[in-house]
């Protein structure tokens, strides 16, 4: 292997970009990070940036209780199999992975449980110089075995095991341990290969409690600046300080509890009580309406617009008719009034529906309006609409179960769907169930059509992947056998210039649109994160579900 040099963690912003862009940089052990204090009242929308917490004169204090909102039980605690932010929320403060973001230190990858990384020069080979003197929560050492063991997990998952990084990890040839290292080799150079690994179901486990206890659905031993504590199913879940932190004066936390709380008014009324410190993601956010109203009420409050916003989008079950017929599948989506998404769903702040909602990717805004699907008025994507069907033998329409979780935005999307699919004769039934059961029965294709969401887990397209291709973890609707999809998808991946590919997922998402693939957005809706003002060194961060330790987060009272 040619190897690059092993460069210093205050050069990382330099260092992301060249890692996106496939070259060979490398990282060592972050600075120690100085307090900060949000500033920002003003919420902005996604796509502009958010004001930059000032440094405060304060020093950090150790100690208190955080306690952030959560929506729902978690489907499982194995976060390796979980697609869910019901367990990534709770959990990711309980683990490590091998990089990671940390927007409250800076910009750019942070070394985790590997202090330094090295690329080879033809992007082919990746080095991780795993940490010494880590210690897992039950008292074993971290060794690299536990890092091979935990990614081929993830890359090779054995039987019954449903890893959350399926179809991303296809350009692994092998995973082995050299020394204190671990060798990460690939068949081809993978453009999103970082920020993959800082993807949260990355997480490293110890090998023996795995191999022990057969899955980690009940059991939580990480390495992360929190040890988990308990967990009840309705209530809440609890984690606590680990005192054996591998950084040191770290978390300063005591411990942060996250209250299961179902109902919108439920939740809204404990942020604006001060029983909770802050809301939680995703779902726990608020809605544009519920944030002027806590803004009126207490304006003390900081308010953060919701870094990637999940964004609902409707999946066919392809497998049977009538939905195998692309005729149908096209009429569905030509029947649904996009802007019409937004100002219900949505309350007229967000974006209009996309594939990608990263800046800068997928079919240009000026175009999209004008497209079918898009085109405001209605009436010509009616009238095309109800051709289709009656040329796929369905013009009297046809029943359609639509599956969606408990949360608001999956049943109030679905719900509004009904009334959509009713214009072209299909009569659609929501189904409410619990996660466990919603993801259940995706996975073993028990369902006619979903109600779920699209995400950018990490600041890369490549996420997206697993909603599509053949062996995409979240490909519940059994779109195997679009040649051209799974073709194009391969060739963004391997593209090293981001020019190119950014013409590339371009054409995916013409591709997608123009023959009504079964992922069919709704709409990119706004959301924002509500913080009391003690809590200090928040930061929204580069996505929705990323690193979120909580390990820099302290409490000013």
Same mark, same amino acid.
């Given at each position: ?23 060979? #940089? ?6 120690? #990070?100085?307090? /900060?204090?949000?500033? !920002? ?35 499982? =605690? ?53 940490? $010494?003197?880590?210690?897992? +929560? ?31 990890? %296809?350009?692994? &040839?092998?995973?082995?341990? !050299? ?12 453009? #999103?290969?970082?920020?993959? =690994? ?12 795995? %191999?022990?206890?057969?899955?980690? &659905? ?10 988990? &504590?308990?967990? !009840?199913?309705?209530?809440?879940? %609890? ?22 709380? *179902? ?11 001060? $029983?909770?410190?802050?809301?939680? *993601? ?7 309406? @519920?944030?002027?109203l806590v803004k009126k009420e207490k304006p003390n409050l900081v308010f953060y617009p919701s870094a990637t916003p999940n964004y609902p989008s409707l999946y066919l079950n392809i497998r049977n008719k009538p939905l195998s017929d692309k ?19 949505? @309350? ?9 909602? =990263? @800046? ?14 898009? *085109?405001?008025? &209605? ?43 009713? /214009? ?22 028990? +369902? ?13 397209? @490549? ?14 609707s059994g779109n195997d056998d679009d040649q051209k999809l799974n073709e194009l998808w391969q060739k963004q991946r391997r593209t090293m210039d981001e020019k190119e590919r950014k013409a590339i997922v371009e054409e995916v998402e013409r591709h997608v649109l123009a023959e ?8 990119? #809706? ?32």
């Open positions: 292997m040619t190897s690059g040099k092993w460069f210093l963690a205050v050069s990382l912003l330099a260092v992301v970009g060249l890692l996106l862009a496939g070259c060979a #940089p490398a990282a060592a052990p972050a600075p120690q #990070p100085t307090a /900060k204090a949000a500033v !920002t009242q003003e919420a902005k929308p996604p796509g502009a940036p958010a004001a930059t917490p000032k440094p405060a004169a304060e020093q950090p204090k150790s100690g208190g209780v955080l306690t952030i909102s959560s929506v729902g039980n978690p489907p499982s =605690l194995d976060v390796h199999q979980e697609t869910s932010q019901n367990t990534w929320m709770i959990l990711s403060p309980a683990y490590n992975m091998l990089v990671e973001y940390q927007p409250s230190q800076g910009k750019g990858l942070f070394p985790g449980l590997a202090e330094a990384w090295d690329i080879s020069k033809d992007g082919l080979v990746y080095t991780f110089k795993i940490r $010494k003197g880590v210690k897992f +929560h039950d008292g074993s050492p971290l060794t690299p075995g536990d890092v091979v063991f935990s990614l081929t997990r993830l890359w090779k998952p054995p039987r019954g095991v449903s890893s959350a990084l399926g179809g991303v990890l %296809e350009a692994v &040839k092998s995973i082995e341990t !050299t020394g204190d290292q671990v060798k990460m080799s690939l068949d081809y150079p993978y453009s #999103p290969m970082m920020s993959v =690994l800082s993807y949260s179901p990355t997480v490293i486990y110890p090998k023996s409690v795995v %191999e022990a206890k057969g899955d980690m &659905k009940n059991t939580v031993v990480g390495t992360g600046p929190f040890a988990f &504590k308990s967990y !009840t199913p309705g209530l809440s879940a %609890e984690v606590v300080r680990n005192p054996n932190y591998w950084l040191a004066g770290r978390p300063y936390l005591d411990r942060v509890v996250f209250p299961i709380l *179902r109902d919108n008014a439920t939740r809204l009324s404990a942020l604006r009580t001060g $029983k909770v410190n802050m809301t939680g *993601r995703s779902f726990s956010a608020l809605a544009p309406s @519920e944030m002027e005729r149908v599948r096209q009429a569905i989506s030509l029947s649904i009034d996009r802007q019409a998404a937004l100002n219900v769903i949505g @309350e007229g702040k967000g974006r209009l529906a996309r594939l990608f909602n =990263l @800046e800068g990717w997928g079919i240009p805004e000026d175009e999209r309006v004008k497209l079918p699907g898009y *085109r405001q008025p &209605k009436d010509a994507d009616i009238a095309e609409a109800k051709k289709l069907m009656a040329e796929a033998g369905y013009a009297e329409g046809f029943k359609l179960n639509i599956l969606a979780r408990t949360v608001a935005l999956s049943k109030d999307s679905a719900v509004f769907l009904t009334s959509q699919l009713s /214009k072209v004769g299909v009569d659609a039934k929501v189904e409410v169930v619990e996660d466990a059961i919603f993801w259940d029965r995706g996975r073993n294709a028990k +369902h006619e059509a979903m109600l779920y969401f699209s995400s950018l887990a990490i600041p890369d397209v @490549e996420i997206i992947g697993r909603f599509l291709i053949k062996g995409g973890s979240l490909n519940y009504a693939q079964p992922h069919i957005p709704l709409l990119v #809706p706004f959301f924002f994160l509500a913080v009391w003002p003690e809590v200090r060194n928040f930061s929204p961060g580069i996505t929705e579900y990323g690193n979120n330790n909580l390990q820099e987060i302290w409490l000013a009272r």
